[in-house]
């Protein structure tokens, strides 16, 4: 069974730095990618960046880069978001998820299979 464990959230203010971990376990191969999403109390979920475990490629959307960056440490099975410069608007519920999948990436919710519990991000002004 797979299972996703996210820490490293909580409170900052504007102008702050947080790193989000997920620590994933279960799978049997590399053939997988991980994705982190948010969803804040008034909007949709939104893809914020993801990583295949196959071959350590990304995907960020523009409206992200510059302040949020995916990484892993493979030896770990633990993916980071790296989150800087954290406005209000950031605030939300943040969750890794996975699919199977070999040399892939995508920031479509309904291609992920499992999903973290979440955990909070709160950025005050």
């Known amino acids: 069974e797979v299972q996703l464990v996210e820490s490293g959230g909580g409170s900052v203010q504007a102008g702050g730095s947080l790193r989000l971990s997920c620590t994933v376990s279960?799978?049997?191969?590399?053939?997988?990618?991980i994705g982190w999403f948010r969803q804040g109390s008034w909007r949709e979920r939104e893809g914020v960046s993801c990583?295949?475990?196959?071959?350590?490629?990304?995907y960020t959307p523009d409206s992200m880069k510059g302040r949020f960056s995916i990484s892993a440490d493979n030896a770990k099975n633990t993916v980071y978001l790296q989150m800087s410069n954290l406005r209000p608007s950031d605030s939300a519920i943040y969750y890794c998820?996975?699919?199977?999948?070999?040399?892939?990436?995508?920031?479509?919710?309904?291609?992920?299979?499992?999903w973290g519990q979440g955990i909070q991000v709160t950025v005050s002004s």
């Open positions: 990583i295949s475990r196959s071959d350590g490629s990304t």
């Open positions: 998820a996975a699919m199977s999948t070999a040399y892939y990436t995508s920031l479509e919710p309904d291609e992920y299979d499992v």
């Open positions: 279960g799978y049997t191969s590399d053939d997988y990618a």
